[in-house]
């Protein structure tokens, strides 16, 4: 629905953003990861609209005829809540709705949807500021969408919310997935991303470093499910080569009785344990204790771009 090719922005000598293409399909979630200073608040205002790309460009399908109709395709939910927190809820929606041309029973009922969507519907005539952090979060989300946009960028819209306005939040976005709407979910926090995304796209540096579907990530990874096995005190030193060669196994290393067995993906985990543990029973091992590990985004995401805290 939405296809950025090549975008690129300076801010003077200062390359922020570089060369970064992704896409946005209907009825997807795409996670947009990153440490802090990677590009990802830039690329996000320029697939706005709000910031013109110094080159690349941004294909909506179907095409938008003006700035004004790509923009009116678009829902963005800022980091920063953006409220009247002494309008009421129904006012809020109102001018939002307003901006974007709707008015009178059009505008209603866009506003009456919106708030069912976020649960919000009973606390209609309730100013933002007495609401809790959580739902002026669900707030801004129906801020987004009361003009219908076929895409919606989320910049982080969990910050400083409690579990169940986190999970209320993901409902509403799954919920918008499968209306077929098109997301952009940006995060610091990799079980979010687990859990939401179709499809990742990581940034660093200002440039795109690596994007797919989370099983596509993983594989990238040295082991996408590792085995560790403490050896019992008298076992003999066990043969690594033969356990290498095993179906599905990648990598084995032995440190003193510790033995890590990396395993080529998740779904190899059953087949593979049971290979491992019968070729150390044959060679007299005995196994003292398993414990089984699953890679997840986060080691995807601490491998391309390293554990240096960025600061900037």
Known sequence: MLDARALEKSYGPRRVVQQVSLQLPAGRITGLLGPNGAGKSTTVAMLAGL?????????????????????????LVPQDLALYEDLPARANL??????????????????????ALVGLAER?????????????RRLNIACALVHDPDILLFDEPTVGVDPQSRNAIFDNL???????????????????????????VVMDQGRVVTQGDQATLLATLPAAQALTLSLAAHSPPPQLDALQALPGVRTVTLAQQTLSVALASPQALTAASAAVLAALAAQGCAVSQLA?????????????????????
């Open 124 to 136: 209609a005539q309730d100013k933002p500021a007495t609401f809790s952090g959580g739902m002026k």
């Open 51 to 75: 910031l013109q790309p110094d080159a690349g460009t941004l294909v909506l399908s179907p095409g938008a005829a003006s700035p004004a109709a790509y923009r009116a395709r678009i829902g």
């Open 174 to 200: 799954e919920a918008l997935r499968d209306r077929g709407k098109a997301l952009l979910y940006t995060t610091h926090y990799m079980e979010e991303a687990e859990r939401l995304c179709d499809t990742v």
């Open 292 to 312: 089984t590990r699953r890679a997840t985004l986060e080691d995807v995401f601490l491998a391309l771009t390293g554990r240096q805290l960025r600061d900037q």
């Open 94 to 115: 109102a001018l939002f709705g307003a901006l974007y041309g709707l008015r009178g029973a059009l505008l209603q009922q866009r506003i009456q949807q919106a708030l």
